[in-house]
Every structure is written in C-alpha cells, then in structure tokens.
C-alpha cells in the first residue's frame, strides 16, 4: 500500500508561481511512475506531468510544456514547481503512482490516468485573472 499526500496548493494571480508538493509514504518499488493530474468538475481529469522515479525521464502535457517542472524533493517527495501561470491551470491536482510502464509507454496521458494504482486526495489551486 502507498500513501500520497499533496499539499503547498493555493490561490495566485495568473503569471504567478505555485509549487506543489506530494509526499509518498508506504511500500514503493525501487522503479515506479508518479505523476500530477487536475480535474476541473464537469471535465475529464487530465494528466499534467509525469516522472519515472529509478528511471530518469519527465513528461509533460502539451499545455503546460515550458511552464511546468517535475522533480524530486526531500526524502520521498516529488514537487512541480509551475510558473507563468494561467486561469485555465486552475483545478483540483491530484499526484498519483503507477507502474514504472506508465511513465516509460505514455499511457499516464490516457484516460485520466485510470490505469495509476495510486492516489492523493487531492488539492485545490485557483488561478485569478
């Protein structure tokens, strides 16, 4: 079982910055895929950003390329750290973990990420024009 937990969400102005963070917790393998979504209500959840833990390698959705980075915090964190933000970045984000398979395939973009075995409760961000 793993335990994600997100946190640093919040509301900014749009062209701001926000970092958020998710600390993991629990049993991890030694290669895995985390990943951040957002979900605005009445939408599809949508992948933002990916990172294969023990194997190198981020992935970005096309709407946030050159906005956003993925990385590796403190001790079992992950931390995407967003810039030049925008009111349509506004949403619930949710981390999650999958396979290491998911980050390597691409498929963390399918679906909403149906296929990560993992999920934090998730964490509001507002971004105001």
């Known amino acids: 079982q793993v335990y994600l937990t997100e946190s640093g969400g919040g509301s900014v102005q749009a062209g701001g910055s926000l970092q958020l963070s998710c600390s993991i917790s629990?049993?991890?393998?030694?290669?895995?895929?985390m990943a951040w979504f957002r979900q605005v209500p009445g939408q599809e959840r949508e992948g933002v950003a990916a990172l294969y833990i023990g194997g190198g390698g981020q992935y970005y959705a096309d709407s946030v390329k050159g906005r956003v980075t993925m990385s590796r915090g403190a001790k079992n964190t992950v931390v995407l750290q967003m810039k030049s933000l925008k009111p349509e970045d506004t949403g619930t984000y949710y981390c999650?973990?999958?396979?290491?398979?998911?980050?390597?395939?691409?498929?963390?973009?399918?679906?909403?990420?149906?296929?990560?075995?993992?999920w934090g409760e998730g964490i509001p961000v507002t971004i105001s024009s």
């Open positions: 999650a973990q999958g396979s290491s398979y998911e980050c390597y395939s691409g498929s963390w973009r399918s679906g909403g990420g149906f296929r990560m075995d993992y």
């Open positions: 629990g049993d991890t393998a030694s290669t895995y895929c």
